[in-house]
Nanobody, 123 residues
Framework: QLQLVESGGGLVQPGGSLRLSCAASGSTLDLYAIGWFRQAPGKERERVSC????????YYGDAVKGRFTISRDNAKNTVYLQMNSLKPEETAVYYCAARSRYCSLLARNYESWGRGTQVTVSS
């Protein structure tokens, strides 16, 4: 059974950068589409990025395009989310999630989830 563990969150100043990691065990990530989601208090969980397994297509939410980059290291069975120019409103718990092959915009379509990592953007 696939298990996911996020890391790399923390406190960063506005305009700063963080790189989140999503490490997998129990299966190989190249069988799965991997999405990064975030959820702020009182808000719905939203997808910020996703990477398919079939052709390497990546997706980004409009709010993060040009600032966030998703990447895979299949040798390390890890997916990354590089986040640049962070904004205070992006403070949230960030989760990675997996589903078979293709990305979906909807959180409910992902079968496996990590426990999340807190990102706080504040001066």
């Amino acid at each position: 059974q696939l298990q996911l563990v996020e890391s790399g969150g923390g406190l960063v100043q506005p305009g700063g950068s963080l790189r989140l990691s999503c490490a997998a065990s129990g299966s190989t990530l190249d069988l799965y589409a991997i999405g990064w989601f975030r959820q702020a208090p009182g808000k719905e969980r939203e997808r910020v990025s996703c990477s398919t397994t079939s052709d390497g297509t990546t997706y980004y939410g409009d709010a993060v395009k040009g600032r966030f980059t998703i990447s895979r290291d299949n040798a390390k069975n890890t997916v990354y989310l590089q986040m640049n120019s962070l904004k205070p409103e992006e403070t949230a718990v960030y989760y990675c999630a997996a589903r078979s092959r293709y990305c979906s915009l909807l959180a409910r379509n992902y079968e496996s989830w990590g426990r999340g990592t807190q990102v706080t953007v504040s001066s």
